[in-house]
């Protein structure tokens, strides 16, 4: 047998079917692709898992219905107490667009809204909702323009259907690398798209348009353009010449959650955030460096936890030297390479202790703590992840 020619090719992953399809179609090979199947156990309990459930629900866009779910169900819910307590302005000067969860995201652009008495919140996710109601501001869901427009989502479902076929004979030739057909490897994920997505996104589009337009909106503020609903309204705002600023909300470390930039401006935390963004491509011009309003608390601000408060918190010796990571919301498998270094740091360290303090915006640390409990490392803590950072760190 050949190496680099084998005759039979065996595949023994979960995700036989599209790496069978890459094989026949893209590489080519005459090779007979054989599947090994993981057994029903195996199979079970990948399907249990939380990493593996959200990335099925995020593949089929179930996260977005979701999401406006549970906005309709918060606006029936505290609708009729946002009519009472809240002013309904004419005009919007700024109108902050709460998406991600995420504390840090709202503290990043709501202490803004106090410079701007004729300003509202548009919450895109609604567990925002508890921050946002303790503020003096008008509260507008996503869902305020879309409910009327259920219809306009069947005549977009039937117009993309229809022009399906179109795109198939166009797109069937045209997707080639090196002289080999690509089409046959999307063109089931594409289908999806074009019948599930983009109805929807239209509909998101004709709601994003009427608010803007309705409300008289003069200007976006944002944390982040990188995200759907975020990028949605920057783009129709764009069209409709309405400025918009986004206010840097984390490290500049990935360019997934900065780059391109759509809206603006960007207000950056500082000189070295500033000359990231301009080396990725982003023109000076639209850059501007203003500091971050939720650091501007921390400079009077007395710590609420003492060394012997968090020793007493997480059973931690005063003792030992404490060392903290403070994760990032990085992927599973990058955060667990890290993870595996620190544990071997601690374990050859006896006079150190570790602490983990996840991330706010990545809460779900089942595989960390079951990482922990396979490797039995004295010494090692988990935080909450409510527990404030910054006391943490003072």
């Known amino acids: 047998m050949d190496v680099l020619h084998p005759t039979d090719i065996y595949l023994a992953t979960f995700e036989n079917k599209q790496i069978s399809s890459i094989l026949l179609n893209f590489l080519q090979t005459k090779s007979q692709v054989k599947t090994i199947q993981p057994s029903f156990a195996q199979r079970l309990t990948r399907w249990r898992n939380q990493e593996t459930i959200r990335k099925r629900l995020k593949d089929y866009h179930m996260d977005r219905y979701m999401r406006l779910l549970g906005l309709f169900w918060s606006k029936w819910r505290y609708g009729h107490q946002l009519v009472q307590s809240k002013k309904k302005n004419s005009t919007i000067d700024v109108l902050a667009i709460l998406e991600q969860p995420g504390a840090y995201l709202a ?51 039937r117009h993309f259907a229809q022009h399906w076929q179109y795109v198939y004979e166009k797109l069937s030739y045209a997707l080639q690398y090196k002289q080999r057909n690509l089409w046959p490897l999307v063109k089931n994920r594409l289908h999806r798209v074009f019948r599930r997505l983009f109805p929807i996104v239209a509909v998101e589009i004709i709601g994003a348009r009427q608010l803007l337009t309705e409300r008289k909106v003069k200007s976006l503020l944002l944390a982040t353009d990188a995200h759907h609903g975020g990028r949605l309204f920057t783009l129709v705002a ?67 936890l003492t060394r012997t408060t968090l020793s007493e918190q997480l059973t931690l010796s005063l003792d030992t030297f404490w060392l903290l990571w403070a994760m990032d919301p990085l992927p599973k498998i990058e955060n667990a390479a890290i993870l595996e270094i620190l544990l ?51």
Not at 125 to 151: K, N
Not at 371 to 388: A, G
């Open 107 to 157: 503290d990043s652009v709501l202490p803004i809204l106090d410079f701007f008495p004729e300003s509202g919140i548009l919450l895109l996710d609604p567990r925002h909702y508890e921050h946002t109601s303790q503020i003096d501001r008008e509260i507008i869901y996503q869902t305020d323009s879309l409910w009327q427009h259920t219809g306009t989502y069947w005549q977009a479902h």
């Open 238 to 304: 764009n069209q409709q010449n309405i400025p918009s600023l986004i206010i840097q909300h984390g490290a500049t470390m990935g360019e997934w959650g900065y780059i391109p930039l759509y809206a603006t401006r960007f207000a950056a935390w500082g000189e070295i955030s500033a000359r990231w963004m301009v080396s990725k491509g982003t023109p000076p011009e639209k850059i501007i460096i203003t500091g971050q309003p939720r650091f501007d608390q921390l400079t009077n601000n007395t710590p609420s």
């Open 344 to 394: 071997n740091v601690v374990a050859s360290l006896p006079w150190c202790s570790l602490i983990i303090r996840p991330h706010p915006g990545s809460p779900h640390i089942e595989w960390l703590v079951d990482m922990l409990n396979f490797r039995r490392v004295d010494r090692v803590v988990v935080s909450s992840v409510q527990e404030s950072l910054h006391d943490i760190l003072h």
